[in-house]
């Protein structure tokens, strides 16, 4: 059994300690905004934050996240109300298909946090998040508005 605090709520999870936290966050407790798209932490649409940290969730073992603040994109508005990243996206129109835009979010405002004026190298280094649809120029144009919110 698996202890963890997901979008500010406690879970319990029976599941096998290596179990993917992804699996765990889409399948036992049925957030599916958390994307799986290639289960080797690299294109990003799995990025969670744990403790505030951005982190691919298709590769950390549950186990790892016991214990530990967990939150997903349903959690990262506060009350219903948009974060200033997720109102830049919209303004920019960054999503095409969509499919990999909860983790770039998770991941850029992880960022915001750390560096709240990113530059571009800041960003180039930090996002490394992939979209298929190749909207790299709004998600960059989507960080600069969001940072001077």
Same mark, same amino acid.
């Given at each position: 059994?698996?202890?963890?605090?997901?979008? @500010?709520?406690a &879970?319990?999870?029976?599941?096998d300690?290596?179990t993917?936290?992804l699996? &765990?966050?889409?399948?036992?407790?049925?957030?599916?905004?958390?994307? !799986?798209?290639? @289960?080797?932490?690299?294109?990003?649409?799995?990025t969670?934050?744990?403790?505030?940290? *951005?982190?691919?969730?298709? *590769?950390?073992? &549950? #186990?790892? $996240?016991?214990?530990?603040?967990i939150?997903?994109?349903? @959690?990262?508005?506060n009350?219903?109300?948009?974060?200033?990243?997720?109102? *830049?996206?919209?303004?920019?129109? &960054?999503?095409?298909c @969509? !499919?990999?835009? #909860?983790?770039?979010?998770?991941?850029? #405002? *992880?960022?915001?946090?750390?560096?709240?004026?990113?530059?571009?190298?800041?960003?180039?280094?930090?996002?490394?998040?992939?979209?298929?649809?190749?909207?790299?120029q709004?998600?960059?144009?989507?960080?600069?508005? $969001?940072?001077?919110?």
């Amino acid at each position: 059994m698996a202890r963890l605090t997901i979008n @500010g709520k406690a &879970v319990n999870v029976d599941v096998d300690p290596n179990t993917p936290l992804l699996w &765990v966050i889409r399948e036992q407790v049925g957030l599916t905004g958390t994307k !799986y798209g290639c @289960g080797v932490a690299q294109c990003g649409a799995c990025t969670v934050h744990m403790n505030g940290e *951005a982190l691919r969730s298709c *590769a950390m073992p &549950v #186990s790892a $996240a016991e214990g530990k603040k967990i939150t997903t994109i349903e @959690g990262l508005a506060n009350k219903g109300l948009l974060t200033k990243v997720q109102k *830049a996206w919209i303004e920019h129109d &960054v999503p095409q298909c @969509g !499919y990999c835009q #909860s983790g770039m979010i998770m991941a850029v #405002s *992880a960022l915001l946090k750390e560096k709240p004026k990113p530059t571009d190298a800041d960003i180039d280094a930090a996002i490394t998040n992939i979209c298929r649809c190749g909207t790299f120029q709004q998600v960059r144009e989507a960080i600069h508005a $969001a940072a001077k919110a």
